[in-house]
């Protein structure tokens, strides 16, 4: 950070510094927040803690069935045996694969919120990253400005009389000629810090955007491989754990008189439902009553970036600052923010 170990003159020169093109920086301003959030309304997270869920163990069945002796003839009847063993079988393997779908995705739930964490949460923490980085080339543009502006001043006097260069004094003059030019050359050469300066904040913001898209896209899709994952994992337990609980019947009534049918025990499969810790979920929500407050706060962070890269001071009130909510809904609208 900048050092005021200069004279008072020199300090009020760096202050001026930081006071960006057409003397606008540095100055005290009021912003009214609440009157852009209507205008501001962003989808925000609806939170709910679910309560844990204890282990428990259930069982599903396949249904037994009586000795009995079917005849060639009776193909039919052979036909219809082999038809219900082969629903049943699949109305059994179509349940336990969603049972376990719904214990396995409620897992890769548990570990994606471990693993990528709140989405809002992590907006916040990024956008606090682009503040600092705003700051430290605020740092950098200030300690380069203010030498400028304090050889300017000492031609030219302060505030510039002349900040566009147009008054172009006569040629006999050799020593205002002079001054002219050097002056003309300063004011570029703010201009042109001035230009960067607003560059690299716009690049800050943009790519920390760019940065919490990303990360959200790869989260997104991560999160949805681990649902697909599951469901996978859920049909091929299902199918493994049922595979030998009933037998395909293939027969050729043509080379056998009498088919014997023993009596079949039913068959069950056991699933233990592991427990599953409460979690804090949260889901998006548009109500205009829920959202004010996430709206508001969200105006606020990005007003505090507004402010670090114009240099401006915010007044608690509007008596003695410059109303300068327009020109922050503005900027808003420019960087694509605030919605």
């Known amino acids: 950070m900048l050092r005021s170990k200069a004279p008072l003159a020199w300090v009020c020169l760096i202050a001026g510094a930081c006071a960006g093109c057409a003397g606008k920086k540095g100055q005290t301003v009021y912003v009214d927040v609440d009157s852009l959030l209507p205008a501001a309304q962003a989808s925000v997270r609806?939170?709910?803690?679910?309560?844990?869920?204890?282990?428990?163990?259930?069982?599903?069945?396949?249904?037994?069935?009586?000795?009995?002796?079917?005849?060639?003839?009776?193909?039919?009847?052979?036909?219809?045996?082999?038809?219900?063993?082969?629903?049943?079988?699949?109305?059994?393997?179509?349940?336990?694969?969603?049972?376990?779908?719904?214990?396995?995705?409620?897992?890769?739930?548990?570990?994606?919120?471990?693993?990528?964490?709140?989405?809002?949460?992590?907006?916040?923490a990024a956008m606090a990253g682009a503040r600092e980085k705003i700051y430290e080339a605020f740092v950098k543009y200030a300690a380069a400005r203010g030498p400028l502006l304090a050889q300017l001043s000492l031609i030219v006097g302060f505030p510039d009389p002349d900040p566009q260069s147009s008054r172009v004094p006569p040629a006999d003059r050799v020593v205002a000629a002079k001054r002219f030019d050097e002056a003309k050359q300063l004011r570029a050469d703010i201009s042109k810090l001035d230009a960067a300066y607003l560059a690299d904040t716009?690049?800050?913001?943009?790519?920390?955007?760019?940065?919490?898209e990303l990360n959200l896209v790869q989260a997104r899709q991560q999160i949805q491989?681990?649902?697909?994952?599951?469901?996978?994992?859920a049909a091929a337990e299902a199918a493994a754990q049922l595979a030998g609980t009933a037998k395909n019947i293939e027969i050729d009534p043509s080379t056998i008189g009498e088919v014997q049918l023993g009596a079949a025990n039913g068959s069950g499969v056991r699933i233990q439902n592991p427990s599953v810790a409460g979690t804090r979920v949260s889901a998006p929500m548009t109500e205009p009553g829920a959202s004010r407050a996430e709206a508001k706060r969200r105006l606020q962070e990005e007003l505090g970036l507004w402010l670090a890269?114009?240099?401006?001071?915010?007044?608690?009130?509007?008596?003695?600052?410059?109303?300068?909510?327009?020109?922050?809904?503005?900027?808003?609208?420019?960087?694509?923010?605030?919605?």
């Open 202 to 212: 716009n690049q800050i913001l943009q790519s920390t955007r760019d940065e919490v």
């Open 309 to 339: 890269q114009n240099d401006y001071r915010l007044a608690d009130r509007k008596a003695g600052a410059r109303d300068a909510t327009k020109e922050f809904e503005a900027w808003l609208t420019e960087m694509g923010l605030g919605r």
């Open 225 to 233: 491989k681990m649902k697909d994952e599951a469901d996978q994992r």
């Open 46 to 124: 609806a939170e709910a803690q679910t309560p844990p869920v204890p282990s428990s163990e259930s069982v599903h069945r396949l249904p037994g069935m009586a000795a009995e002796t079917l005849h060639a003839q009776d193909q039919a009847r052979l036909d219809s045996v082999k038809k219900l063993i082969q629903t049943d079988r699949a109305n059994a393997q179509a349940e336990l694969t969603a049972r376990l779908a719904e214990v396995y995705r409620a897992e890769a739930a548990r570990l994606a919120k471990e693993r990528f964490g709140d989405p809002a949460a992590n907006e916040s």
